[in-house]
């Protein structure tokens, strides 16, 4: 007896979310830009999973304007990959030049500016064969303003930690943007429904692991700006703390 898509449906429902493979603290300080993956599904429970937690993400008033339209192996998947793939590889191509990624420590094949180059060329020469595409999408309610992200960024950021929880991964680009046009007539997205950004996810090729930032006292202020408090003190073993582009010279500065 062949299994209809509603039995199914309600097999899933009747199963728990997956257990967690990290706790809360290590997740959020361990969930890197996943950008290599293995070629292999995520499973329907796996996906579930991740959405569910990025649908438990805070918004405006609570609206929940958020929508995420999930792109796997179907024929406008397809499509939608080749149109964003195309758009990822003139992108990085533009900013791998723009951004010196061929000079200085970019030629040194041990930094971590050359690592970082080699990773994003090979996930955009790739990105047809990402497991899962997912266009997070703001159904607008009012005129654009300035904050409208923080109704849909945040779930963005619940989805990637829930990948991470689960021994997935993910990376958040704007590729999307110059063939929006394109995407929006494939799928069907309504124009007045911003598509606030392209995530990849899959199974890393490869492993997560303490993330590239500043050390918190050049980052948290107390009182006054440019004013760091006695407590922000990185914890004994963090690493990696030299990140970003070099610092802009003060104003007047010779």
Same mark, same amino acid.
């Given at each position: 007896?062949?299994? $209809?898509?509603?039995?199914?449906?309600?097999?899933?429902?009747? =199963?728990?979310?997956?257990?967690? $493979? =990290?706790?809360?603290?290590?997740?959020?300080?361990?969930?890197?830009?996943?950008?290599?993956?293995?070629?292999?599904?995520?499973?329907?429970?796996?996906?579930?999973?991740? @959405?569910?937690?990025?649908?438990?993400?805070?918004?405006?008033?609570?609206?929940?304007? !958020?929508? !995420?339209?999930?792109?796997?192996?179907?024929?406008?998947?397809?499509?939608?990959?080749?149109?964003?793939?195309?758009?990822?590889?003139? !992108?990085?191509?533009?900013?791998?030049?723009?951004?010196?990624? =061929?000079?200085?420590?970019?030629?040194?094949?041990?930094?971590?500016?050359? %690592?970082?180059?080699?990773?994003?060329?090979?996930?955009?020469?790739?990105?047809?064969?990402?497991?899962? @595409?997912?266009? /997070?999408?703001?159904?607008?309610?009012?005129?654009? $303003? #300035?904050?409208?992200?923080?109704?849909?960024? #945040?779930?963005?950021?619940?989805?990637?930690?829930?990948?991470?929880?689960?021994?997935?991964?993910?990376?958040?680009?704007?590729?999307?943007?110059?063939?929006?046009?394109?995407? %929006?007539?494939?799928?069907?997205?309504?124009?007045?429904?911003?598509?606030?950004?392209?995530?990849?996810?899959?199974?890393?090729?490869?492993?997560?692991?303490?993330?590239?930032?500043?050390?918190?006292?050049?980052?948290?202020?107390?009182?006054?700006?440019?004013?760091?408090?006695?407590?922000? =003190?990185? /914890?004994?073993?963090?690493? !990696?703390?030299?990140?970003?582009?070099?610092?802009?010279?003060?104003?007047?500065?010779?």
């Amino acid at each position: 007896m062949t299994k $209809t898509t509603e039995d199914a449906a309600a097999e899933l429902g009747a =199963v728990a979310l997956p257990r967690d $493979t =990290v706790g809360m603290l290590e997740g959020l300080t361990t969930t890197r830009a996943i950008r290599r993956y293995l070629d292999e599904p995520v499973p329907r429970d796996v996906l579930r999973a991740m @959405l569910f937690a990025a649908t438990r993400g805070p918004s405006g008033s609570n609206r929940q304007p !958020f929508r !995420f339209l999930v792109l796997t192996d179907g024929p406008k998947a397809v499509v939608a990959k080749k149109r964003i793939g195309e758009s990822a590889r003139r !992108f990085w191509s533009a900013k791998r030049e723009a951004d010196g990624y =061929v000079t200085g420590s970019g030629t040194r094949d041990d930094s971590p500016k050359s %690592r970082m180059a080699r990773t994003m060329q090979q996930y955009v020469d790739g990105f047809e064969r990402v497991p899962v @595409l997912i266009l /997070p999408c703001l159904l607008r309610y009012r005129e654009p $303003t #300035p904050m409208e992200g923080a109704s849909i960024y #945040p779930a963005c950021q619940n989805l990637l930690l829930a990948a991470r929880a689960l021994g997935y991964g993910g990376a958040f680009t704007g590729f999307q943007v110059p063939v929006e046009t394109e995407l %929006r007539a494939l799928l069907g997205i309504p124009d007045e429904v911003f598509v606030a950004g392209t995530i990849t996810v899959g199974r890393p090729a490869g492993r997560h692991g303490p993330v590239r930032r500043r050390p918190l006292a050049e980052l948290v202020y107390q009182e006054s700006w440019g004013a760091a408090p006695d407590w922000a =003190v990185d /914890p004994p073993g963090t690493r !990696f703390t030299a990140a970003g582009p070099p610092k802009a010279p003060r104003r007047g500065a010779s």
